[in-house]
């Protein structure tokens, strides 16, 4: 391999030019022929006993040439990139200049490459001893939202009221006709959440499982859709049934019925000083994050296929969440269940911009700190790491099923981000 040029291009991405010597092109198309040669018939030769020469004139003098180049690409495009002391984060494209057995293979490749992070100095990080503080009021707060989160969803009968989850099938229209993302089956809503819009909920209010009636709501004038704005809109609704939210009562019976086996705590002060102990580490990595971010630059702009990744990650979360509800992502986005509503998957994506800007820059960041130090993460790391921190979290200390969803690679993003961040926590300097 020659390196003829290398060119940083905008958004992080460079513009590498290489070539491959004759003799060793020669080769590769030789035992491509070896290898795909029986495949092209023919006529007076039987099958794979044709001469090379009589095969490129029959198919093409290039019949063996980009098999070749596939085969010395990877190795090729490495050394290259290594020369040019620029790290690919995406996937190359790559457009063949020249090849021919005689004079060899020039290819030109632009792919995405990671910014260059300046990490400046991150050993003794100095933070504010506050965040050493985390007070009784603060903890019972986070066991009443374990108990929340741990609340039972119990099937009743009788007429539905605020604080039921109704579950409900519906479709709207507007002046008759159905429009796009008014239309979910068995989807659970909590009435007088105020998840939806206009008086929707209060609808629902007085009628019993089985029932298909009418709810008839305004759309906002600036509900985000043209077609919606301000208009009227009828739902034919049907409740399918109701349950109610049972909140547990925090006993050391129900902590070590419930989390003894997947978190290892068996009572409510082993729970206590779990939460404890968590709020301590989230406000150390705030802090501690804030202070190393405070010391890094960044290239002017992030490389996109970096950004796609969040960007999808933030999309998988939605579309989950929507197949838990049995609805799709538009309608979820609609009901304000993220937080806010918008009208389509594309306008929570512009809202999002900047929280995936910063994700990208975080992961980044963190990244070239754990090259200082040293740290990889490879398969035997992340499963040893995942339980010790998120087990207790996803009550398991097996990856698997994140694997599934997100990845082996996020999983071992995350777990070598913690990695880090523990390391940095344990040399912080308070102040």
Known sequence: MNLIKCEKLEKSMAELQFSIDAEAFKKAVADVFKKEGKKYPVQGFRKGKAPKALIEKMYGADVFTYDAINELFPEA????????????????????DSASEAEGAT????????????????????VEKTVHTVTDEAVDAELKRVQERNARELTREGAAQNGDIADIDFEGFVDGVAFEGGKAEHYNLTLGSG????NFEDQIVGHTPGETFDVTVTFPEDYG??????????????????????????????????LGESMSLNNVDELKAFVKSTMLYDNQASDVY???????????ELPQTALDYYRDVLLYRIYSNAQKYGTDMNT?????????????VDAYLADANDSIKSITQQALLMQAVAEKMGFKC???????????????????????????SYGENYIKMNV????????????????
């Open 77 to 96: 495009f490495e050394a290259a990139a290594k020369e040019a002391g620029v790290e690919p984060v995406g996937r190359p494209e790559v457009s063949v």
């Open 107 to 126: 290819l030109t490749v632009k792919v995405a490459v990671k910014p260059e992070v300046k990490v400046g100095s991150y050993n003794g990080l100095t």
């Open 195 to 198: 998840t939806y819009i206009d």
């Open 225 to 258: 859709n043209e077609d919606l704005n301000g208009k009227e809109a009828v739902f034919e609704t049907t409740l399918n049934y109701i349950k109610e939210s049972v909140t547990p009562e925090l006993t050391d019976d129900w902590v070590k019925e419930n």
């Open 290 to 300: 804030t202070a190393l971010h405070d010391k890094a630059s960044y290239a002017d």
């Open 332 to 344: 979820l986005l609609s009901s304000g269940m993220m937080g806010s509503s918008y009208d389509s």
């Open 378 to 404: 490879d398969t035997a790391t992340m499963n040893a790491d995942f339980g010790r921190y998120y087990g207790k979290f996803y009550g398991t200390t097996d990856p698997s099923a994140y694997i599934s």
């Open 416 to 431: 070598l981000q913690s990695d880090v961040m523990q390391n940095l926590i344990d040399n912080v300097k308070y102040e």
